[in-house]
């Protein structure tokens, strides 16, 4: 059980602690499920300046630990190996935010997947569900396939926005093929937890050239009004939580019924461009 230190204030200079931000994980439903993927931005409001930066990401790492989620996944994406640098399991840091990367260090954390592009970090013991991942980072036997293959998982978004952070939304689409995003490959190095290095080739789907992605907030409202997510707020910012079976459901309608809905805007036979990008410098080779 958290203590109650407190951690920050919000603008209305309302202090929190261990304490309440537990609460609000619970109000939503965080704790209830086998498995719990955490999206983050902690914005919350001022840090308690009594505290050094460790500490206060110790604190929240506690608290999300003291839910006793038998799967906890942490995405640990880097972005990088795209730009031809090396991903080390071990050490490559993350571009998710200050507190995955410092939960990423953690002793807790059991295994990092062996995607470069999507890895995902895992505490708990359903670790093995992980293992052995394809070689597509959004498709059929990636970290997102396994996830909602293993069923009873949640998607906790921990401060932020669900229309910001939901990279399962674009597993969905792959899953369904949608015709304005392709696969692209990306080929690089890879260093595994023994020290291994070896080249791999790893693909990801991705926008065509002339779509127009988008935050897609309107589906966070959609499912709020019909009470399909629970979320409260948390000083400056909010928790939502939403069952994984209910994102995939609703993403696989939406697109039933508007196949652009998760776009800025309808998408037309000329945006569909496929532009392969390579080299620290951006260059593009576009095959329609």
Partial sequence: MPSERKLFEDAD?????DADVLSRLKAVGAHDCDMLFVHTDIMFGIPNRDMKRREYLDALSEVLLSLNVPTLLLPTFTFSFPNHEVYDVRS??????VLLEHMRKRSEVVYRTLDPLLAVSVIGRGAGAFYDLGRDSLGENSAFDRVHQNGGAKFLIFG????????????VEKMLDVPYRYDQPFTGRVIDADGREYETTQSIHTACGG??????????EDLADRGLLRRERLGDSKVICVEEAVVYREVAAKLAQNMSYFLGQPFTEAD?????????NG????HC
């Fill in 13 to 17: 200079k309302i202090c929190y602690t």
């Fill in 92 to 97: 490559s840091k993350t571009s998710m935010g």
């Fill in 160 to 171: 932020g926005e669900l229309g910001e952070s939901l990279t399962y939304v674009h597993h």
């Fill in 211 to 220: 779509v127009q992605p988008c935050n897609f907030y309107h589906f966070e």
């Fill in 272 to 280: 569909l461009r496929h532009e392969y990008k390579y080299g620290r």
């Fill in 283 to 286: 260059e593009k080779v576009t």
